[in-house]
């Protein structure tokens, strides 16, 4: 029997950004005070890449092996947070987000490792890829009225958020489901292709 763990390939916020963020979602919970709503830990939030799933501990090295040659091949990029979201629509909220520009360099990891990764069974996704950090799950069982009320934050909240994140390194992370919210942990980093200048 082979042992297997739920993985995920991301890109970690800085914990300035993170506790800006906090700040933000803490705004948009006391708006929406006493709906249904699993508001993401400020620790938590990262913009994935590419969601694995049950990776075998046998498969670990092959994955942090593309991790790392992909990464080396892309250099260091910023990418811009900006306004709120939800998947998928705003009509029916499911999952809460903060929109992310999706930089060609972003896009190229994206692609890449998801095409690498796929070579190893870690299927793609069906939808197209689009950059975001989620901030928040909609409880499944909420009443048309809560309902309402999040579409109202979604058309009118303007976040005017100024947050540029800079990248160097992307990270495989372990996730470990709780029923009180999920705990990742960090299993390898791998550092993107550095500026000329500073090689
Ligand atoms: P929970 O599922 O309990 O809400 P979580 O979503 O934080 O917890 P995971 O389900 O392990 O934890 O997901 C880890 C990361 O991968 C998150 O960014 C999540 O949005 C993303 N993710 C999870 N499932 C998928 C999927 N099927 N496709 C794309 N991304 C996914
Ligand atoms: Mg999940």
Known sequence: MSQVLRAFIAIELPSGVQQRLG?????LQDQ????????????NLHLTLKFLGEVSLNNLEL????LAREAAQVPSFEFSIGELGAFPNAKRPRVLWLHVTAPPPLLALQRSLDLQTARLGYLSEEREYSPHLTIGRVNRQISQTELNRITLLLQEAHLGLDEVVSVTFLTLFR????PDGSVYTPLAVAPLKKPLQER
């Open 32 to 43: 929406l005070r006493g709906v249904a709503i699993r508001w993401v830990k400020p620790q």
């Open 175 to 178: 996730s470990d489901l709780h």
């Open 63 to 66: 994955i942090k092996e593309i």
């Open 23 to 27: 700040r933000v979602i803490q705004r």
